[in-house]
């Protein structure tokens, strides 16, 4: 039996914010591009994150993508009419004197570029928190321009305005295979369909490794669990939809505003890794559960409980959980390797791929069109590890991508100061 | 005061679930596992009822193989003070889980047992009224809401036509409901100390029962799903559309 075959400009392996952010920019941009995903779109990692923005990096180029982001979802609320970015600004706060410095060293780096960053007196913290614990804090900045993007609306607003310039998504419609000549990717195949393009776009998520296998490409992306709990709306603990989000990096945890209950999720020390291969094709991740005895979950408990002294295993209670996609740096991994023509990575995105995504379509809209980007791509090149030879099998790749994410808010940060721009 | 929670591991039925090829059951290699759900209520209502009165031991069991103590340590680091095992390699129908229980009960002497409604792998919602039927115990079934007094329990009970206030002596068997309580997931303290706690282990025969067959399995099945799509263009429509099926029903 012969397969139906179609044919595009781009191929998008991937219906999470990446691969629809990716297919919109190349829409705009009059390329006619298919989404292909596995299960339903938005229902990866995408449909899991709570969508924190903190737009101050330890990397200037980093900072830029993170606040042109902010721009470009500006500009989307008002092409698909919906609230994306909620603005509550953002709080660091620091109980140790090695995180005091931290602080320190990031508000002048902000600073330092014209980032509206400060310090914040102990009395003003307490009064845009009063439901968070402060005797114990040394210092706190605050970011006014700040917030979270709401994932779910993120993804509507990628999908209406890619569909209105013409992008094709199909789910339930998992790649199987590509299809290469000569060193050069021209298409791929689903079990009912070939797909032909000059170009595609491996998008994957935690399975971005595996479509990397199928283009003999060793991508050190690992897959990494993740937990946050959301409190339910209680009159006796108001939590005002405004209120800033927190990063409280000794705790390991983070927190903000959500439908009047509060988020307060956790970077574990010593995270769970999962093994795609070997969930069934068909994993649905929102029907990923914590077991009432997870320990994850009692860590995070036992951090919230820390900082929010009122959340307890009694507080009524969402559990959140799901695979985020981690690398050896932390960084995305953005483009071509070099022993494939035709195919670009775009994946990686730990625990930030919501907020970076709308620079990343621009920047892999950029690469595949022009063949260069506006942004300073080297931190986050897809080949930067591709001579490396401890990062080739499997096992090493997950054990340094998860002591990497392990450290994401456990080790003392010290961001550097700008290069002069 | 001493409670008995009965706690079943069954395969979570919010997966996607796919029958066996030769029907024999369902194919459980991917699946996790988790404390039945109905039973994990009945075990937090046993704990907010220890911390009400500080009187009470809660004691879990499972009738099963060596997996089922997973569920047991879940049971443990939850808050139950200890926990038994029967230790049973065959799944049990309804009626032999009461009457293991039943032979538990005796050994044990709680004041209440306080299990699920059902469990979500079988849905019977059997073995709770067979228990108490054997033991000749007064039984409050789909309790929504139960209140622990020195001398009696009163409990609410959701049924077709409303709910319904039941006041029952102690001892008791008592089925719960979801909506309950909800479940609470374990600290920290909680795991580490169920994580030394030691899981007793009974057999069949220490209890002098034995599986007497009563229900068999003859073949599984998936449920045809005969859902029918149709595009409506207004909210108008599909009221009307809705009413038809509703009608037609
Ligand atoms: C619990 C949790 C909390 C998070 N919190 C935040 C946060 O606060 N802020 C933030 O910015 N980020 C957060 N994240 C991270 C964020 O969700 C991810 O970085 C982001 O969603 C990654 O998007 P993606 O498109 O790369 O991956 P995904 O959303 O996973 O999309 C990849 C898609 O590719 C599909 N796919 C893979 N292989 C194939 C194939 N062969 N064929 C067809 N389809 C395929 C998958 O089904 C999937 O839908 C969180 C993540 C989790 C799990």
């Known amino acids: ?421 | 005061m001493k409670i008995l929670v009965p706690a079943k591991r069954v395969p979570d039925t919010d997966q996607k679930i796919e029958v066996c090829e030769d029907h024999s059951g369902i194919e459980t290699g991917h699946l996790p596992f988790v404390v039945n759900p109905f039973d994990a209520i009945a075990l937090e209502e046993a704990i907010r009822i220890r911390e009400d009165r500080v009187d009470a031991e809660i004691v879990a069991v499972s009738v099963g193989d060596l997996e089922y103590e997973e569920q047991l340590r879940t049971a443990l680091a939850m808050g139950a003070d200890r926990a038994i095992r029967v230790d049973c390699i065959e799944s049990l129908d309804p009626w032999n889980t009461a009457c293991v229980l039943k032979a538990l009960v005796e050994q044990e002497s709680p004041d209440l047992v306080l299990m699920g409604k059902q469990a979500v792998d079988g849905d019977c919602n059997q073995t709770g009224q067979f228990l108490a039927a054997m033991l000749d115990w007064p039984q409050a079934t789909f309790a929504s809401r139960i209140k622990c007094l020195e001398d009696k329990l009163l409990v609410d009970r959701e049924t077709d036509a409303g709910i319904e206030t039941v006041e029952l002596p102690f001892p008791a068997v008592i089925t719960v409901d979801l909506r309950l309580n909800e479940p609470r997931y374990a600290s920290l303290p909680g795991i580490m100390k169920a994580k030394k706690k030691e899981i007793a282990e009974i057999s069949m025969g220490d209890l002098g029962v034995q599986n007497a067959e009563k229900m068999h399995t003859v073949s599984v099945r998936s449920a045809k799903t005969a859902r029918k799509r149709v595009m409506v263009s207004s909210s108008c429509e599909l009221a009307e559309k809705l009413r038809e099926s509703l009608k037609s029903t």
């Not at chain 1, 596995?38 to 180029?61: D, Y």
């Not at chain 1, 706060?93 to 995180?99: F, K, Q, S």
């Not at chain 1, 570029?113 to 706190?140: C, N, Q, S, W």
């Not at chain 1, 985020?324 to 953005?334: A, K, L, N, S, W």
Request: hydrophobic share 40%; charged share 20%; with cysteine.
């Open chain 1, 1 to 421: 039996m012969s397969l139906s075959t179609e044919t595009y400009d781009v191929i998008v392996i991937g219906g999470g914010v990446a691969g629809l952010s990716t297919a919109m920019q190349l829409a705009l941009r009059g390329a006619k591009v298919v989404v292909l995903e596995r299960e339903r779109i938005g229902n990866g990692s995408t449909g899991r994150a709570a969508g924190l923005l903190g737009q101050l990096r330890g990397n200037s180029e980093h900072t830029r993508m993170l606040m042109d982001g902010v721009e470009i979802v500006k500009e989307l609320e008002e092409k698909a009419d919906v609230e994306i970015f909620v603005q509550t600004g953002s709080m660091r706060i620091a109980e140790t004197d090695a995180r005091a410095e931290e602080i320190a060293s990031l508000v002048r780096m902000g600073k330092s570029i014209g980032f509206a960053i400060d310090h914040l007196p102990a009395d003003e913290v307490k009064k845009l928190l009063p439901y968070m614990r402060t005797d114990d804090l040394i210092d706190a900045c605050y970011c006014a321009t700040d917030g979270h993007l709401q994932p779910a609306e993120l993804v509507s607003a990628y999908v209406k305005v890619g569909k209105d310039h013409g992008v094709t998504y199909k789910s339930n419609s998992p790649v199987t295979e590509m299809l290469m000549a000569g060193g050069t990717a021209y298409g791929v195949k689903t079990q009912d369909a070939e797909y032909h393009a000059a170009v595609v776009v491996n998008a994957g998520g935690p399975w971005s490794y595996l479509n990397a296998e199928m283009s003999e490409t060793t991508l050190p992306t690992a897959a990494i669990g993740h937990y946050y709990l959301t409190t339910r709306p209680d009159s006796q603990q108001p939590i005002d939809r405004l209120s800033p989000a927190i990063r409280n990096r000794e705790l390991r945890i983070y927190s903000r505003p959500e439908s009047g209950g509060l988020i307060v999720g956790m970077y574990a020390a010593e995270p769970e890794i999962y093994d795609m291969k070997r969930l069934p094709v068909d994993f649905d991740m929102s029907a990923m559960k914590a077991s009432q005895a997870s320990i994850d979950v009692a860590l995070l408990l036992d951090a919230a409980q820390r900082r929010f002294p009122w959340i307890t295993p009694q507080t009524p209670m969402n559990i959140t959980t799901g695979i985020m996609t981690f690398t050896p740096d932390g960084r995305p991994f953005c483009g071509k390797m070099p022993n494939i023509e035709g195919v670009y990575h775009c994946a990686g995105f730990s625990g930030h791929g919501i907020v970076q995504s709308p620079a990343i379509g621009v920047i892999m809209s950029e690469l595949i069109l022009d063949g260069n980007s506006s942004y300073d791509l080297t931190s986050i090149s897809a080949d930067r590890y591709f001579d490396v030879p401890e990062l080739k099998a499997r096992q090493d790749i997950d054990t340094k991508c998860c002591e990497m994410a392990g450290n994401y808010y456990g080790k003392v940060e010290r961001p550097s100061a700008p290069a002069v721009s």
